[in-house]
């Protein structure tokens, strides 16, 4: 079988890059026909999954986080290409909820007795994607990182502490959502997840009822009476009782609708990449999508 694996060489602080020879000299041991392409910036991954999906590659290995899945993903739809993963970035929140294991050798493994698996993608207007969306804060947070570590050349900084600082200023905003033709309004709306699967942005479970087989959508509004109140409720996220919160709303639809009521920019994104601003729809594409899981995801 021939694969290519599409590295993302900044993803992990590097680490992807250190490790792709290593997968490479594994895979080829085990009888694959493997070929190794560099991703030299944003987007290029998209062009070089393409590129190698048209070629001839029955897989392609998105070799980085979850952006370089998005980004490997969109190149291959259309083609029949089956996606590969080697989860070596920054959060890796899409193979971990579709059951890939984490470490160096063990997903090395996984691409070499593993099967492809249909599953569900949600579409955006930028492209499919496997894991969570998300529309309104945790989206300004994504575009003040990724601002600020150019200048403070450290992610943990850019990100997490990022994280705190846009909570203490972030207007909520005022929210129209429509899921399958039914249409409600939220004042006070401070984020939005829209997903696939269960976790975003290291480990919050944000849907914890979502299933990546199911053939629907998860939706997750977050409304707050105050910022205070918003930042009390912010831990119960990494366990998903935050369902609990009389501020939380939660969907289950085929498609979504959103607009902002008050013209103000509200970003959003999916898998860890701003795509743009509202408004904009989702959607659920069933069964889109082959990935390579361990064989004992079945």
């Known amino acids: 079988m021939k694969l290519a694996i599409i590295v993302n060489p900044i993803a992990g602080a590097g680490k992807a890059y250190k490790l792709a020879p290593f997968a490479e000299k594994k895979l080829k041991d085990a009888g694959f026909k493997v070929q190794v392409f560099l991703s030299e910036g944003a987007r290029n991954s998209v062009e070089l999954a393409r590129k190698a999906a048209l070629e001839g590659y029955e897989t392609v290995v998105a070799c980085g986080g979850d952006g370089t899945v998005f980004e490997v993903l969109n190149g291959i739809q259309s083609t029949g290409a089956t996606l590969g993963i080697l989860p070596w970035g920054r959060g890796n929140d899409v193979s971990k909820d579709l059951g890939i294991p984490q470490g160096v050798e063990e997903p090395i493994e996984a691409l070499i007795k593993g099967k492809p698996v249909e599953v569900d993608a949600a579409e955006s207007p930028q492209g499919l994607f496997l894991g969570v969306g998300g529309v309104g804060v945790d989206a300004q947070v994504a575009v003040n990182g990724n601002r600020w570590r150019k200048i403070l050349r450290s992610d943990f900084i850019a990100y997490e ?46 849907l914890p009822r979502a299933s990546f087989i199911d053939g629907k959508l998860d939706v997750c509004v977050v409304t707050s009476r105050s910022r205070w109140h918003l930042l009390k409720i912010f831990p119960t ?4 009782e935050h369902l609990k919160d009389k501020g939380i709303h939660y969907f289950q639809p085929e498609k979504v609708e959103l607009r902002c009521l008050n013209g103000a920019r509200v970003y959003y994104f999916a898998d860890g990449e701003v795509l743009g601003t509202l ?7 069933s069964r889109k999508v082959k990935v390579i899981l361990p064989r004992e995801s079945e």
């Open 237 to 240: 996220v990494f366990t998903g």
């Open 279 to 285: 408004p904009a729809s989702f959607s659920i594409k």
């Open 161 to 206: 502490l990022g994280a705190v600082i846009t909570l203490l200023y972030y207007p909520p905003f005022p929210l129209e959502i429509t899921l399958d033709g039914n249409t409600y309004h939220f004042d006070n709306t401070y984020l939005v997840a829209i997903g696939n699967t269960v976790s975003y942005s290291r480990g919050m479970r944000i």
